[in-house]
């Protein structure tokens, strides 16, 4: 089991910037690839980023491309998410997911996830 915890959510303006944090915990020491998704009402949830337990492989989707910026610590099993330059389409509920099973690459498939946060809202206005 790897329990995720999502904050900084909140309310900005377009053009402004957030920071998503995801803070994992786990009885056994186990290596694991983490991800951003997003769901906003009325749609599918959706891939945003992700980073191999390694940090060294990130994989964005093409909204979060040049935006985005995912980040890791596993000293202190904490995943950022830095969005910049907000937009409206921006607007969902992130959640931070964990894929055991395969820690070296980045899945961009909601299905290969196996533990996720309860999300936190981001709300971006003009």
């Known amino acids: 089991q790897v329990q995720l915890v999502e904050a900084g959510g909140g309310l900005a303006q377009t053009g402004n910037s957030l920071r998503l944090s995801c803070t994992a915990s786990s009885r056994t020491e186990r290596s694991y690839t983490m991800g951003w998704f997003r769901q906003a009402p009325g749609k599918e949830r959706e891939f945003v980023a992700g980073i191999a337990w390694s940090g060294r492989n990130t994989v964005y989707s093409d909204s979060a491309r040049g935006r985005f910026f995912i980040s890791r610590f596993n000293d202190k099993n904490t995943m950022y998410l830095e969005m910049r330059n907000l937009k409206l389409e921006d607007t969902a509920v992130y959640y931070c997911?964990?894929?055991?099973?395969?820690?070296?690459?980045?899945?961009?498939?909601?299905?290969?996830?196996?533990?996720w946060g309860q999300g936190t809202q981001v709300t971006v206005s003009s």
């Open positions: 997911a964990a894929d055991i099973t395969r820690p070296w690459m980045v899945d961009l498939t909601v299905e290969n996830y196996d533990f």
